[in-house]
C-alpha cells in the first residue's frame, strides 16, 4: 500500500519563500528514491507556515529518504530559518486521482 505524509511546518517571519525555495530545489531526485508525489503549498492566511504532501511507495521509501545526503543538506539548511512547530501524519492511501493505490 502507498504510504502518505502530510505535514505543516512554521518558519520565522519572512522566511518562507526562502524554506519553499530549499524544499523544492531537488524534488527530481524524490521520484528516484520512490516518491510518487510531493506537493508544497502556501496560503497568504498563514505567512509563516508551509504545508508539505507527500505519496512514497513505502513508509520505508519515505524514511529512507531522509537519510538521503541531499535531505541532510537540505534539513541543516532550512532548520535556522524555522520556529520547531511542526505537525506531521502518515497515511495509508486508498486512491485517488494521480495514484493507483493497491
Same mark, same amino acid.
Given at each position: 500500500?502507498?504510504?502518505?505524509?502530510?505535514?505543516?511546518?512554521?518558519?520565522?517571519?519572512?522566511?518562507?519563500?526562502?524554506?519553499?525555495?530549499? /524544499?523544492? %530545489?531537488?524534488?527530481?531526485?524524490?521520484?528516484? #528514491?520512490?516518491?510518487?508525489?510531493?506537493?508544497?503549498?502556501? *496560503?497568504?492566511?498563514?505567512?509563516?507556515?508551509?504545508?508539505?504532501?507527500?505519496?512514497?511507495?513505502?513508509?520505508?521509501?519515505?524514511?529512507?529518504?531522509?537519510? /538521503?545526503? %541531499?535531505?541532510?543538506?537540505?534539513?541543516?539548511? #532550512?532548520?535556522?530559518?524555522?520556529t520547531?512547530?511542526?505537525? *506531521?501524519?502518515?497515511l495509508?492511501?486508498?486512491?485517488?486521482?494521480?495514484?493507483?493505490?493497491?
Open positions: 500500500m502507498l504510504y502518505g505524509y502530510i505535514g505543516t511546518m512554521k518558519t520565522a517571519p519572512g522566511r518562507r519563500d526562502d524554506v519553499v525555495a530549499i /524544499l523544492l %530545489a531537488d524534488v527530481d531526485s524524490l521520484r528516484d #528514491a520512490g516518491c510518487e508525489s510531493y506537493i508544497v503549498s502556501v *496560503s497568504d492566511e498563514t505567512p509563516d507556515t508551509i504545508h508539505v504532501m507527500e505519496v512514497w511507495q513505502s513508509e520505508e521509501h519515505h524514511a529512507a529518504s531522509l537519510q /538521503l545526503p %541531499a535531505t541532510k543538506a537540505a534539513i541543516a539548511q #532550512a532548520m535556522p530559518m524555522l520547531g512547530d511542526f505537525t *506531521s501524519q502518515g495509508d492511501v486508498v486512491g485517488g486521482l494521480g495514484v493507483s493505490a493497491g
